[in-house]
């Protein structure tokens, strides 16, 4: 080596560590797609609040840094989901993407995930495609899918002695893939679903389809409602003296986050969801008390835990590799192989990177989803069309 190259080289390598050295005192960059507007907005809420609660209990710290927050409003609407995505992508080059609620946003943003090779915790939405067709190494999710809650209700809603059903949903990916997991469980159980009713997201001009509802005459209605559409539906499926001939019966996103505006409506609704009220569990109780403190006006629901179970994943993910996220494939098996302490209760992530966990029956009194039994233990989701 001449002096001058020594010298170039010597020069070089300060510079390299100095930016390393810089990149361990930056901030990691969380990027949240979330609705903050629109039927779904509170939703987004509960789940940043669960998300910043976690990261707050580690002393605002994942992995040893300090994390920074890049926020964007998807409006649930999956047609500026691409635009969205890559604000936070290539304009905030955020180094984790947290989102979102909307199955058809989620899958929109999973693609541009994928294609930018950056990693994705997917903290609702519950496409099956996400953890099916679409699979990736770098792709999590800490919620559910679509067909997991739904199929769990199908044997509970047949051992009830219903023969026939009727379904009443949103006309998009979510709402499609409740219904088929809920036919699978049902018709697997002796039952038989007689007719599939929809109207368009986010619409709720629920009384024509209660009129045909109550012209069927069903032994029972399975249901997929969400955020402010299911506070909407539960109160006109009530006011149509339907809820005194025909039980109504849900994934348990019905019910969630929405019993305060529903009131009496809701009481006495039975539904299936990876989590309840009333657990009672010293890890549920924590968790219980401490969003309580942080949301004095806000009841602890199923988003709040998924937001809060993405922190706790990305912890597991960044604490493997000293808070190095260019470490990706290190990360991301870490995160893989996670066993995660969950306020639902414990779970593991499946091959496809989705939750398997328990599925519990609830019934609604007063204000919460009491917990009753374990509808399905340990409930892994066939994953079709995964090749991982
Ligand atoms: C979805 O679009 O996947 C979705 C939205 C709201 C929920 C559950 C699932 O509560």
Same mark, same amino acid.
């Given at each position: ?229 299911? !506070?909407?539906? @539960? %109160?006109? *499926?009530? #006011? /149509?003296? &339907? ?8 994934? +348990? ?48 629901? !199923?988003?709040? @835990? %998924?937001? *809060?179970? #993405? /922190?706790? &994943? ?8 000293? +808070? ?65």
């Amino acid at each position: 080596m001449t002096p001058h190259t020594r010298r170039a080289a010597l020069a070089a390598a300060l510079a390299l560590s100095a930016s390393l050295a810089h990149a361990a005192d930056d901030p990691i960059k969380v990027g949240f797609m979330l609705p903050y507007s629109g039927t779904y907005a509170a939703l987004g809420t509960a789940i940043e609040n669960g998300f910043k609660l976690y990261v707050d209990e580690q002393g605002g710290k994942l992995g040893g840094r300090e994390v920074a927050y890049y926020k964007v409003d998807d409006e649930s609407n999956p047609a500026k989901a691409p635009e969205n995505a890559s604000r936070l992508i290539k304009r905030d080059q955020v180094d984790v993407l947290v989102g979102t609620v909307h199955s058809g946003v989620a899958m929109a943003l999973t693609k541009a995930a994928k294609d930018a090779d950056t990693t994705l915790l997917v903290t609702n939405a519950g496409a099956d495609a996400i953890t099916g067709p679409m699979c990736g190494l770098g792709v999590f999710r800490t919620s559910f899918s679509n067909w997991q809650p739904a199929y769990a209700m199908g044997p509970v809603a047949a051992k009830k002695g219903h023969k026939t059903a009727v379904t009443i949903t949103w006309k998009y990916a979510a709402g499609d893939e409740a219904v088929a997991g809920f036919r699978e469980g049902f018709e697997k159980s002796g039952g038989k679903v007689v007719k599939d009713l929809s109207l368009p997201f986010p619409n709720v001009e629920f009384q024509p389809l209660l009129t045909e509802i109550a012209a069927l005459k069903p032994d029972m209605v399975f249901t997929f409602f969400a955020g402010g559409g299911a !506070v909407k539906f @539960v %109160q006109d *499926y009530a #006011a /149509a003296g &339907l809820n005194k001939s025909i039980p109504l019966y849900g994934s +348990g996103f019905l019910t969630d986050g929405t019993l305060q505006a529903q009131g009496p409506s809701a009481q006495g609704l039975l539904t299936t969801l990876h989590y309840a009220d009333g657990l009672d569990t010293p890890r549920d109780n924590a968790f219980r008390a401490a969003y309580g403190k942080a949301h004095p006006n806000m009841a602890p629901d !199923v988003y709040a @835990v %998924q937001g *809060y179970d #993405a /922190a706790q &994943l990305l912890q597991v993910g960044l604490a493997a590799v000293n +808070g190095d996220v260019s470490r990706k494939a290190a990360m991301r098996q870490a995160m893989r192989g996670a066993a995660i302490d969950s306020p639902r209760g414990r779970f593991t992530l499946s091959k496809a990177g989705n939750p398997v966990q328990d599925i519990y029956l609830r019934q609604v009194d007063g204000l919460q989803n009491k917990a009753i039994e374990v509808a399905a233990r340990q409930l892994a989701d066939p994953a079709r069309g995964c090749r991982l």
